[in-house]
């Protein structure tokens, strides 16, 4: 028993510092989801048709295909494949840090879309007509009437899709990312540990959830509008 | 591209059809012990005893809000710590000694399909419990009266009126989730499977074309993914009902 | 009076949520082909009364006889006999939701009843037809008003042959236009005979068929009488002070 304790007591702050990679992995994750799944709504939502097409085959795309395999497709192929070009060289694209926020970031993005699109869906018809009946342009009325009142129905979505990046997080340690999955493989392989290693990773990420969980709520909160609920 | 194309259909596919079946039989039994877990689990957590319910929500809470590749380690990796420590301690081993069941610490020790499987299923079954529960929640009681106040018996009622509304509600989060798990069964390589990624990794290792391999094998599941979405979408189509109609995305 | 002209007798039915007395000691007896009306305050009991009558609300004492014999309400068999007896008309309907109303009229008849299909099914129909619905018989609750559903399950109760139908406020969860294609099938039941118990706020309505209303406030019948006795002009019954507060109300709550 006292080896287990002393295992664990000797592994936290390695495993507890790899918690910030987490974190850092999945703020970029959502950000980079935030900037593409917002266009990739609107197209979806007032685009023309081609644009609708590819939009859908976008999110088809990425929500069909496993984290794993893009991981390892955009780090042993993709980027290491673009990093050999010379005039790329400078970027250092051969990243695992890199590959692990593009690829949880792009997929993201097609989940992030949808609950942008429902939001944008759900706003009654009259919004958009009342801003072009005072003269917007589309573009205008998408951004200053359509879309504050859209992310803020979308933070519920948001909840969710941030408690399931968290857990795709713990997929980078697959491209050599130091997060926490990473550490505890790394350190149960030296202490022969593996049972109370992995629980203490679980408990990680179980208060990680929590927390974020309750981050969220806290600015759907602070950002609500008298009688808007969802 | 000539050579590209030869080399996926010539070294990659006979490959990947291989880790396919893996995937397959990986998948399949997961799926339906998930929800068979899920099914028990969710109805335990809506009727219940108290003490029931408090341990099948904790179930759900733990294995929802940890990364499954966790889990899969801590069953492949972590039971055969406990196998090893039951067996370190004499008297124990002496009891099961004499009782010819030495062998009991070692079921401890999965197999890595064993533990995929166990891992897969006791994590989706955590997910499905969710839409069992939100199906029996989403039965009025008025329907339970209406039914007694008929003569049925609590089977008839069980079998005629909350199976089939339950079922219809619960069915598009669960036919979501069995594509998810075809998703996630890739995580069976992590812990040596050599299911469709792990037939991938191999393949790329060994050609070091890892772009074409894993685009490939991207492929694969898209297919699968697609198929599987399409087959269940068929099924609530034909279980659909005017009230029940299913959520068009 | 005959004593087998009694179908339905009631002693000393009481039941308490929690240490809140919502019946207490109903009594009564009812003949064949009779209608007997609830009236009184929302809270009453009424709805209480009507579901202790059939056990879907156990009560905690009291004693029901149908038929001359008394009800065992732990034998599951000789409960579930004595409720198919027993018709339930329930305010919001609850028509099975994934049943078309055919089938909701006829799931009873094969599962609990174990009729063959065939005479299952035009057993339903002649029912459907009976209140006016039976060109409706292949659509599903969600695509039925509300009258349209009542209608259903008055059908759905009817074609159990019960002895006793209960009807517990069958109006009033209808949009006003509705309720008169209820209340006229409710009529006709009447004058076809059938032993009817109806909780209701259509006084004007149930006072032209009733043959005795039982007013109840906190539980308890505190009166019972003939709609001429407790209505009577020069009457100076609480029933009579509750109705004319309805009216005044609703204009006239009964029409």
Not at chain 1, 179 to 202: K, N
Not at chain 3, 93 to 118: P, S
């Amino acid at each position: 028993m006292p080896d287990i304790l002393t295992a664990i007591w000797e592994a936290l702050p390695f495993m507890l510092s790899g918690a910030w990679v987490n974190a850092v992995l999945i703020v970029g994750a959502m950000l980079v989801g935030l900037m593409l799944g917002v266009p990739l709504a609107v197209g979806q939502v007032y685009g023309c048709k081609p644009v609708r097409r590819v939009v859908q085959i976008y999110v088809w795309a990425f929500r069909g295909v496993p984290i794993l395999v893009q991981l390892y497709l955009f780090y042993f192929g993709i980027l290491a494949w673009a990093s050999s070009i010379p005039w790329l060289g400078w970027a250092h694209l051969e990243s695992p840090f890199l590959a692990a926020v593009l690829v949880l970031g792009l997929t993201s993005a097609a989940y992030q879309s949808q609950i942008f699109r429902g939001a944008i869906l759900s706003l009654p018809a009259g919004q958009f007509k009342a801003a072009r009946a005072l003269g917007m342009s589309d573009a205008t009325a998408i951004t200053t009437i359509i879309l504050p009142q859209a992310l803020r129905l979308s933070i519920p979505g948001w909840s969710n899709e941030y408690s399931i990046l968290l857990k795709d997080s713990a997929l980078a340690f697959s491209v050599g990312v130091m997060e926490v999955m990473a550490r505890t493989r790394a350190v149960a392989s030296t202490t022969h540990q593996p049972l109370p290693l992995s629980i203490l990773a679980g408990i990680i990420f179980f208060a990680l959830t929590w927390v974020g969980v309750k981050a969220l709520l806290a600015l759907e909160k602070k950002v609500r509008i008298p009688g808007y609920s969802h | 591209m000539d050579d590209t194309w030869s080399f996926v259909t010539e070294q990659v596919i006979p490959g990947l059809n291989l880790g396919f079946w893996a995937t397959v039989q990986l998948a399949v039994p997961s799926a339906l012990l998930g929800l068979f877990t899920g099914i028990v689990v969710g109805v335990l957590r809506v009727y219940g005893p108290r003490p029931a319910q408090r341990l099948a929500n904790g179930y759900v809470s733990f294995f929802r809000g940890t990364p499954l590749v966790v889990q899969l380690f801590c069953w492949y990796f972590g039971l055969p710590q406990i196998c090893l420590f039951i067996e370190s301690l004499g008297p124990v081993m002496g009891v099961l000694n004499a009782l010819h069941l030495a062998w009991v610490p070692r079921l401890l020790v999965l197999s890595p399909m064993g533990a995929a499987i166990l891992g897969f299923s006791l994590c989706s079954g955590a997910y499905h419990s969710e839409y069992v529960r939100g199906g029996l929640m989403s039965i009025r009681t008025g329907q339970i009266k209406a039914a007694q106040a008929l003569g049925m018996s609590p089977m008839q009622t069980v079998l005629h009126v909350v199976l089939p509304q339950a079922v219809r509600r619960a069915l598009p989060g669960c036919g979501n989730e069995i594509v998810y798990l075809i998703k996630y069964s890739s995580l069976a390589s992590v812990v040596t499977v050599n299911e469709l990624t792990g037939m991938a990794r191999g393949i790329a290792k060994s050609t070091w074309r890892n772009t074409e391999v894993f685009f490939t094998v991207g492929v694969y599941y898209l297919l699968l993914v697609t198929l599987a979405t399409f087959i269940l979408g068929w099924v609530e189509d034909r279980l659909s009902l005017p009230g029940f109609e299913r959520r068009r995305e | 009076m005959n004593d087998s002209d009694i179908i339905l007798k009631v002693e000393g039915l009481s039941k308490a949520f929690g240490n809140k007395p919502v019946l207490q000691d109903a009594t009564f007896t009812q003949r064949r082909g009779t209608l007997k009306v609830l009236v009184g305050p929302s809270g009453g009991g009424k709805s209480t009364l009507l579901q202790c009558i059939n056990y879907l609300i156990p009560p905690d004492q009291g004693r029901v006889w149908l038929d001359g014999r008394q009800i065992n309400p732990k034998s599951r068999r000789e409960l579930s006999a004595y409720r198919q007896e027993v018709g339930m008309i329930f305010q919001d309907f609850n028509l099975f939701d994934h049943l078309n109303a055919l089938e909701n009229v006829r799931i009873a008849l094969l599962k609990v009843k174990g009729m063959a299909k065939a005479a299952a099914t035009e057993r339903a129909m002649a029912e459907l037809a009976r209140v006016g619905l039976a060109g409706k018989a292949d659509l599903y609750p969600a695509q039925l008003s509300g009258g349209q559903k009542q209608r259903v399950s008055i059908a759905r109760a009817l074609a159990m042959d019960p002895k006793v139908l209960l009807l517990d406020e069958p109006t009033s969860a209808l949009d006003p236009e509705l309720i008169g294609e209820v209340l006229t099938v409710i009529k006709d039941l009447a004058q076809a005979g059938i032993t009817m118990i109806m909780a209701t706020h259509q006084i004007s309505f149930s006072a032209s068929l009733a043959d005795e209303f039982l007013f109840m406030e906190k539980g308890r019948i505190v009166e019972h009488g003939s709609p001429a006795e407790l209505l009577g002009k020069d009457c100076c019954s609480r029933t009579q002070a509750f109705c004319a507060k309805l009216s005044e109300l609703a204009g006239d709550a009964g029409q």
